[in-house]
């Protein structure tokens, strides 16, 4: 499945947003969803982390919880870092208990037509097959060759 985002749209999505929720985050620092979240909370965001198995452990400033349920705050994106086939269930259950929810932002590899159209019915945009991390670095001129903003530039290139 390919979409495509404009990058207005998705600068609008980041800009608008402040507090990111991301399903499926790992306290171990190699893994692709631990590096996300902790670059966008280094950018400002403050980042949710959910993961049930992970629960009252502290990842970027921010208590784990095991489900979106148990997030008090208002949250304006819901990143998915699960496999396709989970994602229904949870973007029911931020649709249920984020009423001014924005986006929800499914991972690179994570896509779900059925629950992008749920979502989209009830006024919230969908990103899928994305990184929110590589969209900010692109969009905001951060990304480099491989996708790594190393700050060195070798004179051998």
């Given at each position: 499945?390919?979409?495509?985002?404009?990058d207005s749209h998705l600068r609008k999505i980041l800009t608008r947003t402040k507090v990111i929720a991301i399903a499926g985050v790992s306290p171990?620092?190699?893994?692709?969803?631990?590096?996300?979240?902790?670059?966008?909370?280094?950018?400002?965001?403050?980042?949710?982390?959910?993961?049930?198995?992970?629960?009252?452990?502290?990842?970027f400033g921010q208590t784990v919880v095991a489900s979106l349920r148990d997030i008090t705050a208002p949250v304006d994106v819901v990143d998915i870092?699960?496999?396709?086939?989970?994602?229904?269930?949870?973007?029911?259950?931020?649709?249920?208990?984020?009423?001014?929810?924005?986006?929800?932002?499914?991972?690179?590899?994570?896509?779900?037509?059925?629950?992008?159209?749920?979502?989209?019915?009830?006024?919230?945009?969908?990103?899928?097959?994305?990184?929110?991390?590589?969209?900010?670095?692109?969009?905001?001129?951060?990304?480099?060759?491989?996708?790594?903003?190393?700050?060195?530039?070798?004179?051998?290139?």
């Amino acid at each position: 499945m390919k979409e495509e985002y404009s990058d207005s749209h998705l600068r609008k999505i980041l800009t608008r947003t402040k507090v990111i929720a991301i399903a499926g985050v790992s306290p171990n620092p190699v893994r692709p969803s631990y590096y996300v979240a902790r670059y966008l909370s280094l950018k400002g965001f403050t980042v949710i982390p959910v993961n049930p198995g992970h629960a009252g452990k502290t990842l970027f400033g921010q208590t784990v919880v095991a489900s979106l349920r148990d997030i008090t705050a208002p949250v304006d994106v819901v990143d998915i870092f699960r496999r396709s086939e989970a994602v229904p269930p949870i973007v029911d259950e931020a649709l249920e208990v984020f009423p001014g929810l924005n986006t929800i932002w499914m991972q690179i590899g994570v896509f779900h037509a059925g629950a992008a159209e749920i979502a989209r019915a009830r006024g919230v945009d969908v990103v899928m097959n994305r990184c929110p991390k590589i969209e900010y670095q692109r969009l905001y001129g951060e990304l480099r060759m491989a996708g790594f903003n190393t700050g060195v530039i070798s004179s051998r290139l």
